[in-house]
Nanobody, 115 residues
Framework: QVQLVESGGGLVQPGGSLRLSCAAS????????MGWYRQAPGKQREFVAT???????NYADSVKGRFTISRDNAKNTVYLQMTSLKPEDTAVYYC?????????WGQGTQVTVSS
């Protein structure tokens, strides 16, 4: 019923940029808290950024100043603009949506930062 679909991942050189997108369907987008998480091989999934229904944002210290989360409610989509990418940003990036006790995950999109 509820579906989140990430896109925009790929291979980029250190210092480069990528924009990830997450499109939601099957739920009223405007009430959702949205977020991005990432998981590197052999590591636990970690918080990257969140955005509230009113567009308030929060970031992990490791990405603050480099990444920007935003949302377009008319398109039911949340974005993660990533700049100044580092090899340690390499991971599968997952979109998350939540309201009250309900939360949902996308399938993930691979980001690889390598020279």
């Amino acid at each position: 019923q509820v579906q989140l679909v990430e896109s925009g991942g790929g291979l980029v050189q250190p210092g480069g940029s990528l924009r990830l997108s997450c499109a939601a369907s099957g739920i009223s987008f405007g009430i959702l808290h949205m977020g991005w998480y990432r998981q590197a091989p052999g590591k636990q999934r970690e918080f990257v950024a969140t955005i509230t229904p009113a567009a308030g944002t929060n970031y992990a210290d490791s990405v603050k100043g480099r990444f920007t989360i935003s949302r377009d409610n008319a398109k039911n989509t949340v974005y993660l603009q990533m700049t100044s990418l580092k090899p340690e940003d390499t991971a599968v990036y997952y979109c998350n949506a939540g309201v009250d006790l309900m939360h949902f995950w996308g399938q993930g999109t691979q980001v690889t930062v390598s020279s």
